[in-house]
């Protein structure tokens, strides 16, 4: 096991991970027709008549203007409850928009997968920490991400994990940071973040008295690489 007071690290009480490119090495596309074909397709089965072109301009037209009417710096969107939204107005019978937009949602996200697979130096490391109270805040959609969480047997391994879609606001927010704080009732400057974004991990968690790192840098650092 690690003690982080070996490596020149001390007063560290608790660690915040992020998820994606950290702990999950993972590749999108959501700006291709072919990401929305299968999808189009599938929804045939629930009764919702949509193009694939229509759905890729619906599905971004609704994120801005969800993101709009937040105003606020930062806010995060709900891709469920946009995709809900689409599949009602398109639908040739009775749905439930909520269920329908939660499957719709992880439709779409497999559609969009072109590469997701755990970083094995991340799960050794998650090992090696394994008895720091550890959190998880990501810019993520719970509706998705918590699964493939699971799937890759990384969930249970936290204390707290935050998603950005739950909360509301997105990194590079403070107040994202200082819910995992608070979460595991420790202080900021108890904190180590770890994350692959200098402007979205780095830069936050040291405006808030954390100490942070770059997750290559933790690799290298605990010599696990």
């Not at 690690?2 to 993972?26: A, P, R």
């Not at 497999?110 to 998880?136: C, H, N, T």
């Not at 990501?138 to 879609?165: C, K, P, T």
């Amino acid at each position: 096991m690690i003690e982080l007071d070996e490596f020149g690290i001390s007063g560290i009480k608790g660690l915040i991970f992020d998820c994606y490119n950290t702990l999950i090495e993972i590749k999108t596309d959501e700006d291709s027709l072919n990401t929305y074909e299968p999808v189009s397709k599938w929804l045939i089965y629930q009764g919702v008549k949509i193009s694939p072109e229509d759905l890729m301009r619906e599905y971004k037209n609704g994120v801005k203007q969800y993101m709009e009417r937040r105003w606020e710096a930062n806010a995060e969107v709900r891709v469920e409850e946009v995709l809900g939204m689409i599949c009602k107005n398109h639908a040739l019978w009775d749905v439930d928009e909520e269920v329908l937009g939660i499957e719709t949602a992880r439709a779409f996200r497999a559609g969009s997968l072109r590469r997701m697979q755990p970083f094995p130096y991340s799960l050794k490391l998650l090992q090696e920490l394994k008895d720091y109270p550890k959190a998880v805040v990501s810019n993520g959609q719970r509706v998705f991400s918590e699964l493939e969480m699971r799937f890759f047997g990384i969930y249970n391994q936290f204390h707290a994990v935050i998603f950005s879609s739950d909360f509301g606001h997105k990194k590079p927010d403070l107040r994202i940071f200082l819910e995992a704080c608070k979460q595991l009732n420790l202080e900021p400057e108890e904190m180590l973040c770890i994350g692959d974004n200098y402007e979205h991990d780095i830069v936050p968690a040291t405006k808030l008295g954390m100490k942070a790192m770059h997750i290559e840098e933790a690799w290298r650092l605990f010599k696990l690489v």
